[in-house]
């Protein structure tokens, strides 16, 4: 099955996927093992396809999505002996099919921005993805997020600040971006998934998007 996954992935066919996710029980468990894949592509076409099947899922069988959320938790810690780089992203994902659903999770989501500081750097970009993801369906569920976000704006990782402006343009908190004008002309670069595709881009780019744009989805 990995191997068939990976190969929709790579054609970006995600609705076979999703049709697989409706036959098969074991297709998210795969999708999250190739969240570890060595092609970052592959790793955000996964993470996007996470999405896709917990929108079909969360319709049909919600408890199977809840035990994967707390899988995904668990494999961020150092008990796991895998830490899975990607869960953040992959648990804003599944929140995001159904936040009412899944509305227990979005506080263990916020408070993944309390990460001890040795271990938050890896982490902090996709957790500020997840956070968005969930924002762009249930903007008022991440409001006491919004703190430790605006924090973000200031991070010494070019990838974090861009994160972070990304994800308060997807939550509609363009005031607390305009409380910050030196964003427009920050050059640090980032890599966004867009489109089902990588792009390149910068800080300056994302504040301008943020701040010009309506929130509308990242992956179509």
């Known amino acids: ?39 970052p592509l592959i790793r955000w076409r996964a993470i996007d396809a996470i999405g896709r099947c917990a929108v079909h899922l969360s319709r049909i069988r919600p ?24 869960a953040p992203e992959a648990i804003g994902e599944i929140v995001r ?8 999770f979005i506080p263990m989501t916020i408070k ?12 902090l970009p996709g957790i500020l993805y997840a956070l968005g993801r969930i924002g762009e369906a249930a903007p008022s569920s991440v409001v006491k997020a919004l703190p430790g976000i605006i924090d973000s704006l200031t991070e010494a990782d070019s990838q974090s600040r861009a994160m972070a402006v990304w994800c308060l343009g997807r939550i509609g908190a363009r005031d607390a971006l305009s409380q910050h004008p030196e964003l427009a002309n920050d050059h640090g670069k980032a890599i966004i998934y867009r489109e089902k595709q990588l ?17 509308s989805r990242s992956a179509d």
């Open 97 to 104: 099919s159904d936040p009412q659903a899944f509305a227990d």
């Open 199 to 215: 792009m390149e881009t910068t800080v300056s780019s994302l504040m301008h998007d943020a701040l010009a744009t309506n929130p």
């Open 63 to 86: 408890e199977s999505l809840k035990n994967y959320l707390r899988r995904l938790f668990w494999l961020m810690s150092d008990e796991s002996g895998a830490v899975a780089w990607r």
């Open 112 to 123: 993944l921005l309390d990460l001890e500081p040795e271990d938050r750097p890896p982490f």
């Open 1 to 39: 099955m990995k191997s068939q996954l990976q190969a929709w992935l790579a054609c970006a066919e995600f609705q076979r996927v999703v049709n697989a996710a409706s036959d098969c029980g074991r297709t998210v468990s795969t999708l999250i093992t190739l969240t570890y894949a060595a092609d």
